[in-house]
């Protein structure tokens, strides 16, 4: 069974960076087949896609984040991490890490998400 | 950017009723990638369908999924208590690559 857990601080200072990790166990971010994604959900804005990384190193950010977004993986650990920078109050949401197909890019398997808020 | 837009924002239904969701994108998404999902309160999105029509692992045959090009569907047979949730819907294509619908929520009458 594919599990996912995010981790990571729950509270950011504006213009800071957020820093969180999602550890996967059941499969491995090293093998192909699945984009590792990063999602957030705020009440504002609703579902939002990040960004992932795919076994080979790949990054697909969304443009409306590319600026700020940094998504990397380290295999040793079955670990990928996101890194937000310069972030504003808009950017306090649920973040959820998951694993997305790359034929269909559907999002089978989530993490339970992290809540960060970004606040002085 | 393609957007979905779900209506009803809600649906009052009760147990044993039948419900139907609409996802209506903006520009025409390929029926391969479109995804519903369930979410409860406090909880990650659980994926139930993908493809448009077809069930993910583990998910009831009262969910079904159907539609294609701009306007697409998910049905819930017979509404079970543990059915009254969130859905969303969700496509790959276009400029921001993924994106999600508003939301149905679908409550108890």
């Known amino acids: 069974q594919v599990q996912l857990q995010e981790s990571g601080p729950g509270l950011v200072k504006p213009s800071e960076t957020l820093s969180l990790t999602c550890t996967v166990s059941g499969d491995s971010v090293s093998s192909g087949g699945y984009y590792w994604s990063w999602i957030r959900q705020s009440p504002g804005k609703g579902l939002e896609w990040i960004g992932y990384?795919?076994?080979?190193?790949?990054?697909n950010y969304n443009p409306s984040l590319k600026s700020r977004v940094t998504i990397s993986a380290d295999t040793s650990k079955n670990q990928f991490s996101l890194k937000l920078s310069s972030v504003t109050a808009a950017d306090t949401a649920v973040y959820y890490c998951?694993?997305?197909?790359?034929?269909?890019?559907?999002?089978?398997?989530w993490g339970q998400g992290t809540l960060v808020t970004v606040s002085s | 950017e393609i957007v979905l837009t779900q209506s009803p924002g809600t649906l009052s239904l009760s147990p044993g009723e039948r419900a139907t969701l609409s996802c209506r994108a903006s520009q025409s998404v390929s029926s391969s990638y479109l995804a519903w999902y369930q979410q409860k309160p406090g909880l990650a999105p659980r994926l139930l369908i993908y493809g448009a029509s077809s069930r993910a692992t583990g998910i009831p045959d009262r969910f079904s999924g159907s539609g294609s090009g701009t306007d697409f569907t998910l049905t819930i047979s017979r509404l079970e208590p543990e059915d009254f949730a969130v859905y969303y819907c969700q496509q790959y294509g276009g400029s921001l690559r993924l994106t999600f619908g508003g939301g149905t929520k679908v409550e108890i009458k």
């Open positions: 998951a694993r997305e197909s790359v034929w269909n890019f559907y999002l089978e398997y």
């Open positions: 990384i795919y076994y080979n190193g790949a990054t």
